[in-house]
């Protein structure tokens, strides 16, 4: 199977990295399921990087039918170490403006029920997870947004993403709860992500792409749906440029990360305990600890 070592998940809007060469279409079946759609394996600026539709590439799912498990597991097989997720966000504060990119470094969960977690069936395990992102790769990245100097593109490094469960946007009482928790962003897709990618001991950043002021806005009313597809796709379109710089700096010096080790002291089962079907289940993971 086709192997990469950076891989990219591409939210609303993303469904294809246009700058990828020696495309293969891989289909990767894992214990969980299928990934979203098949993994796109090429080459950008010369790297292997293996591009995921999180939505599928006619954007058939919604945030809560997303197969985050297989997802996740389906890098993981291919090697994946570094992952780039793009993700459309509405904005909480009135300076983080539609087409600004976030790299947020703080996540708040409102989902609802969604399985975040590899672990389970006879083997628990416990992650540190108080700084959910990568701050090496975000660095990487939020260099990348910052040497393109992208026009009516600003950089915010930070912030807290409050993701939501959906499929409905929030009410104004919920939005305005969000910011009165000094929350940056909202979307609904990326703190499961994040999770499972620290299991897999995959280091893990976001570039969330902020294309509306979320209801809370005095002037939200006047924003219509037109406008926020014309900025899903001029944010695609600056998303693509931030993505291929940032693979062509991390080929060329690959930070070491914490995430890289995440479960060395982790899981609190005795392997040996571990029933084997699930042992065999989560082999992909539990290798190099056996």
Not at 86 to 99: D, F, I, N, T
Request: charged residues 20%; contains cysteine.
């Amino acid at each position: 199977m086709a192997q990469a070592k950076i891989g990219i998940i591409g939210g609303s809007g993303l469904y294809r990295m246009d700058a990828l060469k020696d495309v293969q279409e891989v289909q990767v079946e894992t214990p969980f399921g299928s990934p979203s759609d098949a993994l796109i394996v090429g080459t950008l600026e010369g790297t292997p990087v293996a591009f995921l539709a999180r939505h599928g590439r006619n954007h058939h799912l919604l945030p809560s039918e997303l197969p985050f498990r297989a997802n996740i597991y389906a890098m993981k097989s291919l090697g994946v170490e570094y992952l780039i997720s793009a993700s459309a966000v509405g904005s909480l504060k009135a300076e983080v403006k539609p087409l600004d990119m976030v790299v947020p470094d703080q996540f708040i969960d409102r989902t609802k029920g969604r399985i975040s977690t590899f672990f389970g069936d006879g083997i628990v395990a416990h992650i540190a997870f108080g700084d959910p992102i990568c701050p090496h790769l975000a660095s990487v990245l939020g260099d990348a947004v910052a040497t393109l100097n992208l026009p009516e593109v600003s950089l915010h490094r930070g912030g807290t993403y409050v993701c939501m469960e959906g499929p409905a946007f929030s009410t104004k009482a919920e939005s305005n709860l969000y910011r009165s928790w000094g929350a940056d962003i909202i979307g609904m897709t990326n703190l499961p992500e994040a999770k499972l990618a620290r299991e897999a001991e995959i280091a893990y950043a976001t570039l969330a792409l902020v294309t509306d002021y979320d209801c809370w806005h005095p002037d939200h009313d006047s924003v219509t749906v037109e406008m926020i597809i014309s900025n899903l796709h001029r944010n695609a379109a600056n998303a693509q440029q931030i993505i291929q710089e940032t693979v062509r700096r991390l080929s060329q010096n690959p930070p070491a990360s914490e995430a890289h080790s995440a479960l060395k002291y982790a899981i609190l089962t005795p392997l040996d305990k571990v029933l084997p079907a699930t042992k065999e289940k989560l082999g992909l993971l539990l290798k190099k600890y056996l």
